[in-house]
């Protein structure tokens, strides 16, 4: 095997073993598999452009686009154009599978369920490294800075996820990475190795160049570089938080409820709570409803469907008023009762919305609560959560007749318009199921009601073991698989009545719950009882919930049956006339809280809070730092650049100015920068030797060449004249000089000295001589310190021998 080939498959096993740190985020490996093929095609492609050979640049942009087509044809083929190529739809399907994906890692908790997001991301994200790994460690034959990439992998996998075996994945990844040092070989290290290798200090060039060394010298700079990045690696996860909630949990986005040390999303984690072997309390509630199993406890509405996930709209809140608005919609002619709720929530239960029975009329609790009046939900502000709360709700059981619903005129204006819009991407088969299902209705109620009886007419299976999701896609599987839970039930029939042109939106929150054992007419209610449901628009009577998932909660009495008992009975057939509704238009100057723009999408999905377990939360601010970490791992190869710059600044800095110090900085920068395009420097030449030697091996003539002789003339003078003449234009003759042997050098060449200068060097000559100056310094003082106590050691034992018989 030759020494490209080695390098090749090095470059694969390090960045898979790195990769193998994301192992842990997830709930099964079938996507590492997916990734490892995508890593071997594009390195054999990259192998096989090497061979040909094509220009370097290309090498890679080959490599990324046969890993682009390998993409396709995983996650959107049948928008692919032959079923394989990238089309503009192939294009659109990736990137709204991309979206869904980072939704999802908001949402789920550790391991997660791999979603196709999910899978995207992972198998996209180490595709992507390992083809950063390859371009530098065996297309540009740099095997040292392609440890950079692999550490930002494993670094933000640690720092998502610090369990007990991630000693475990630091060893995979240290491991690969040496490897893939080892296999590069003497030779291609060496040229980029000896920029961080050792030399003599600073300004003293005596002998040969400092290159001139034992053949050990790259290795021992390879070695150097190997250590600092494990270095960093073992001290970057430590500065990262660890997950506590979501994937990435960034305060709850999505529209979830949450409890702490074990969060609910009810958009994408509610499956893994569903799950859970014990039924962990969230709230006891008492009150006067008949039934209490009609009960169901609303945290947020859910309006906006963008063909990837559910959120609430970005409305306004406003203060908590005494008494709540009439609900939406509702007519005066509706008959309801009044029920009175007494909550009490956990302790643990540190959610920043309230659950509530609805409609609320009135919210008698403490802290800093908003009422945001189009979902009629309690958002806390200014880090108010409902964990210990205690607080008395009155609510309206709403009872409205069969009859009333049927004759409810359509929606028209901005309910209309808000609440029935699909995205484009809406798959047909959610309208033609909408259609067939409803084909005998003459109004939106039997269409509505016809939609609860098709889910739960015994065709759909309810499993809590199905596959999540909550974008077009999924709702189109649930379709044809007719398996699912809550989320995929609700969702579903709230898109379908949407092309009916039924306004729809999604509630939260807890079904009624199961009475205590030891208190007469309490109720308790857990994390497994954590539901979604859908809402549907009726003018005259307002939003109206429908039970479309078997086995869960129960179906409201109006929803039993689709044909209207006519004018008989007791039934009110009175026509309707919608209430003024003060909630259709929110106050625009309202928020979420006092003196801040209104966000209320924010207000709504703040659910998934810093646990107050173990494990912490995963904050917007410390996803930040994750972020950072990476940024800062994938910058450190800037760091010379910078550095050779900011030097060159400082050196040049006076520009034509008549100081004496300004030749010798002068002579140090064009020394440095021949250094930079490979010719060494040699302490033991003269000026006017040296700079001969930087015009033959620069393959300086004209004008640099002449500037190279005036700079050496111009130190001469400096350092040996008994009135040495100030020079003037010396910055100018450097840069002629530097122009000069830009010139002369291939385009690689170029690029070498200006993103790793050989003359950066310096900086760890710099480092080490000031350890050498403190340790000097420390050993003298404590050797002035100790000096006393010898001589008073040597005083008592002089006496001592004297006093002795």
């Known amino acids: 095997m030759s020494g490209r080939a080695r390098l090749t498959v090095c470059a694969v096993v390090a960045s898979m073993l790195a990769a193998a740190a994301l192992l842990p985020l997830t709930d099964n490996s079938t996507w590492y598999g997916k990734a490892l093929l995508l890593v071997l095609l594009q390195s054999a492609v990259g192998a096989g452009c090497r061979r040909v050979p094509l220009a370097r640049p290309l090498t890679v942009l080959v490599q990324a686009l046969v890993s682009l087509v390998a993409l396709t044809a995983m996650f959107s083929s049948q928008q692919a154009l032959g079923g394989l190529l990238p089309g503009p739809q192939a294009l659109q399907q990736l990137g709204q599978v991309v979206q869904q994906g980072i939704t999802d890692v908001s949402n789920y908790s550790i391991p997660a369920p791999v979603s196709p997001g999910i899978r995207l991301l992972l198998v ?14 065996v297309t540009y034959t740099s095997a040292a800075p392609a440890g950079l990439p692999l550490l930002a992998l494993y670094s933000v996998a640690a720092g998502l996820d610090s369990g007990s075996a991630a000693w475990l994945y630091f060893l995979l990844a240290a491991a690969g990475y040496l490897l893939l040092l080892l296999a590069e070989g003497r030779d291609r290290m060496s040229r980029w190795g000896r920029v961080f290798s050792s030399g003599p200090p600073p300004g003293s060039f005596g002998g040969s160049s400092p290159f001139a060394q034992s053949g050990s010298t790259p290795v021992r700079g390879a070695r150097r570089i190997g250590v600092l990045a494990l270095g960093i690696a073992l001290v970057a996860p430590a500065a990262l938080p660890s997950l506590g909630g979501g994937l990435l949990d960034t305060s709850g986005h999505g529209g979830g409820i949450g409890r702490g040390g074990g969060s609910v999303n009810l958009v994408a984690a509610l499956q893994d709570n569903l799950n859970q072997p014990s039924n962990s309390e969230v709230l006891t509630y008492s009150t006067t409803a008949k039934p209490a199993s009609g009960m169901y406890l609303r945290i947020a509405a859910l309006d906006k469907f963008d063909g990837t996930q559910w959120v609430p709209s970005n409305l306004p809140t406003e203060a908590l008023p005494a008494q709540l608005p009439r609900p939406q919609g509702m007519a005066a002619d509706v008959k309801y009762t009044t029920a009175t709720t007494r909550v009490r929530v956990d302790d643990s239960y540190v959610q920043d919305m309230l659950p509530l029975p609805f409609p609320a009329t009135s919210v008698q609790t403490t802290g800093a609560w908003k009422y945001q009046p189009e979902g009629r939900m309690l958002v806390g502000t200014h880090g108010q959560t409902a964990a210990g709360q205690h607080y008395t709700v009155t609510s309206m059981e709403v009872d409205p007749t069969a009859q009333q619903l049927a004759q409810a005129p359509k929606a028209t204006g901005r309910i209309a318009e808000q609440y029935e819009q699909v995205p484009d991407s809406l798959p047909a088969i959610v309208k033609q199921t909408a259609l067939r299902e409803t084909k005998g209705a003459t109004n939106d109620y039997q269409r509505a009601v016809d939609l609860q009886n098709y889910f739960t007419s015994g065709q759909f299976v309810y499993n809590t073991q199905a596959k999540a999701g909550t974008g077009v896609d999924a709702i189109a599987r649930f379709l044809q698989t007719k398996e699912g839970f809550c989320v995929h039930f609700a969702f579903t029939m709230a898109a379908m009545a949407r092309t009916l042109h039924i306004p729809a939106r999604v ?18 209610v857990g994390l497994k009882d954590a539901h979604a449901w859908p809402e549907l628009y009726f003018e005259g009577i307002g939003w109206t919930r429908f039970e479309p998932t078997p086995y869960r909660g129960s179906a409201p009495d109006y929803t039993q049956t689709t044909t209207p008992s006519g004018t008989s009975g007791d039934q009110d057939v009175a026509p309707h006339t919608s209430a003024p509704a003060t909630t259709d238009t929110p106050t625009p100057t309202q928020s979420c809280e006092p003196g801040t723009a209104s966000d209320s999408s924010t207000c709504a999905q703040q659910a998934l809070p810093a646990s107050s377990g173990s494990g912490g939360g995963f904050g917007g601010g410390r996803a930040a730092l994750v972020v950072l970490a990476a940024l800062l791992v994938l910058l ?38 021949g250094w930079d395009y490979g010719i060494p420097p040699d302490g033991s030449e003269t000026p006017r030797r040296a700079m001969a030697r930087l015009v033959r091996d620069g393959r300086l003539t004209g004008e640099p060449a002449a500037s190279a002789a005036r700079l050496a003339t111009a130190v001469e ?33 170029r690029l070498r000295a200006a993103v790793l200068p050989r003359s950066a060097a310096r900086i760890g000559w710099g480092l080490a001589a000031r350890w050498t100056a403190s340790t000097g310094r420390a050993r003298a003082a404590g050797q002035r310190l100790a000096a006393p106590v010898r001589n008073l050691g040597g005083l008592l034992r002089g006496k001592a021998a004297r006093e002795a018989p």
Do not use: C
Not at 124 to 137: E, S
Not at 507 to 519: H, L, Q, V
Not at 651 to 669: C, F, K, Q, S, V
């Open 124 to 137: 996209g994200g180490v595709t992507v490294v390992a083809l950063v790994v390859d371009a530098m460690a």
């Open 717 to 749: 003078q400096t350092l040996y004249a008994a009135d040495p003449r100030p020079a003037t234009g010396l910055a100018g003759d450097v840069h002629r000089v530097h122009q000069g042997l830009k010139a002369g050098t291939n385009r690689r060449g």
């Open 636 to 673: 450190l190869p800037t760091t010379p650049l910078l550095w050779r710059s900011r030097l060159r600044r400082r050196r040049l800095g006076g520009g034509g100015d008549r100081t004496e110090g300004l030749a010798l900085a002068a002579w140090r920068e064009v020394v440095d920068t």
């Open 507 to 524: 509630a939260i929150g807890f079904t009624p719950g199961s009475p205590t054992a030891d208190a007469d007419g309490l109720m308790t």
